[in-house]
């Protein structure tokens, strides 16, 4: 058992020694913290599945300080350069093909493509400068928990077994980059997240499919990572539509045990539950309910007493897909109506 460590920004030299000797050092990111190794060590890489306890079969994004590095693993095209200058540093993760003999098939779950994402944090751009080698950097939860969006949450599920996270407070965004397959004749959305098809189609200008493919039991699905009942807390998560907290809440207040509720203050104001407890704020829009999300579902998932949680969905549009894609996951679709019946 390691002793994991808290490093701060400057004890950077820390964390660059830790991944080159090959150890596991999670990273900050504008989306979710990653937990990093050596992109082309393939025994610090399988470290990281057997740290996560994720499934072989899904690859992982290899994170990069500078776009000259993606040709040290990855197959360069038009769509890809026009994205990367429109939107990197930042959520965006660009499948493309990787090149032979580069990184394993331990990065790639065996796929002739590689994810690769620019994040936009000074910090841990610097970390893979120095390291001077690609990071790969799944999101830094045990598999099936929600994504950590600060150090705290991957020290809870990590510690141990990682050397250590490099801490730089609070993740802006806090959900994952936006995946886009870039490997075939059409632009393909596999994930969602803070950049929309409409801004990719924009830079491209060629339709982008953004239908998320289907997934089931007989195809190969095109993201592997979608298949998994992700970013499930322990409890039970239902989602409720606005225009239903006033029957949520009177439901909630008639259970024998406390019910987690996370809603905007908008919201909260309206219900007029201000400073009660069990109530999780999603702060004042919809950009700070996507930043507020994982974190509330990690609070009520450690809370002993609770063991059902509500989640305001965000209204049906492109900009909040990410936050509605990831609730419903941690919901398994679950709507709340479902408990009035
Ligand atoms: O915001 C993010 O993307 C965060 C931060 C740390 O960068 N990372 C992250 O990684 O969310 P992870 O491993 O939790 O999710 C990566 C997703 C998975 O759904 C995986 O299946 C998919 O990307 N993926 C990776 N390589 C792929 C490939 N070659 N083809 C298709 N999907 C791929
Ligand atoms: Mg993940």
Known sequence: MVQTKIWKKDE??????????GALVAFPTETVYGLGADAFNEGAVSKVYAAK??????????????????????????????????????????????????????????LDTVAVRMPDSDLTRELIRLTDSPLVGP?????????????????????????????????????????????????????PGKITPAQIEMVLGVPVDSALKHVDANEAPKAPGMKYRHYAPDKDVYMVNDADWTKAIVWAQGQLEPVGLMLTNDQIIAHQ????????????DDESAAAKLFAGLRRFDDWPEVNTILVTT???????????N????????HLVNELFE
């Open 53 to 110: 306890g994720r499934p072989s079969d899904n690859p992982l994004i290899v994170h990069v300080a500078d776009v000259d590095q993606v040709a040290r693993f990855a197959e360069r095209n038009d769509w890809a350069d026009k994205l990367m200058t429109a939107f990197w540093p930042g959520p965006l993760t660009m499948i493309l093909p990787v090149k032979a003999d580069t990184v394993s098939t331990t990065v790639t779950g065996g």
């Open 12 to 21: 950077l030299d820390q964390a660059v020694k830790a991944i080159k000797r």
């Open 139 to 191: 999101s830094a939860n045990t598999s099936g928990k929600p994504s950590p969006t600060t150090a705290q949450h991957v020290y809870h599920d990590l510690h141990g077994k990682i050397a250590g996270v490099l801490d730089d407070g609070s993740t802006k965004i806090g959900v994952e980059s936006t995946v886009i397959d870039l490997s075939t004749d059409q632009p393909a959305i596999l994930r």
């Open 326 to 333: 990831r609730l419903g996951k941690a919901a398994g679709d």
């Open 314 to 324: 965000l209204p049906d549009i492109a900009e909040n897909a990410a936050y509605n």
């Open 273 to 284: 539950l201000s400073g009660m407890d069990f109530v999780w704020s999603l702060g004042a």
